[in-house]
Nanobody, 125 residues
Framework: EVQLQASGGGLVQAGGSLRLSCVVS????????IAWFRQAPGKGREKVSC????????QLEDSVKGRFTFSGDNAMKTVYLQMNDLKAEDTAVYYC??????????????????WGKGTQVTVSS
């Protein structure tokens, strides 16, 4: 059984930092594409970052480049999203997800096969 458990969200002041964690079980991280998505109230779910194991590429969306870092701990089967210099527009529910295919990142939410429950990130001004 595949499970993705996201945690680490909370309330933080603008300019502050949070680190989100996603514990993965039932799969080997190296064999899957792992991604972070977020969804603000009343808006669609958008991709934040994605790791493509085929070529070792870590993708970050332009809105978070220079502020967020996506990494994985294969030994602990955990992936992380380090978020620095948080802004009010980063407020959203953050989800981790996994895709079976090496090109899963290209297809956004439709490319993901497994989803965890989200963790709320709220950034105050």
């Amino acid at each position: 059984e595949v499970q993705l458990q996201a945690s680490g969200g909370g309330l933080v002041q603008a300019g502050g930092s949070l680190r989100l964690s996603c514990v993965v079980s039932g799969i080997t991280i190296e064999d899957y594409v792992i991604a972070w998505f977020r969804q603000a109230p009343g808006k669609g779910r958008e991709k934040v970052s994605c790791f493509i194991n085929k070529d070792g590429t870590t993708q970050l969306e332009d809105s978070v480049k220079g502020r967020f870092t996506f990494s994985g701990d294969n030994a602990m089967k955990t992936v992380y999203l380090q978020m620095n210099d948080l802004k009010a527009e980063d407020t959203a529910v953050y989800y981790c997800a996994a895709g079976v295919y090496s090109d899963s990142c290209r297809w956004g939410i439709d490319g993901m096969d497994y989803w965890g429950k989200g963790t709320q990130v709220t950034v105050s001004s």
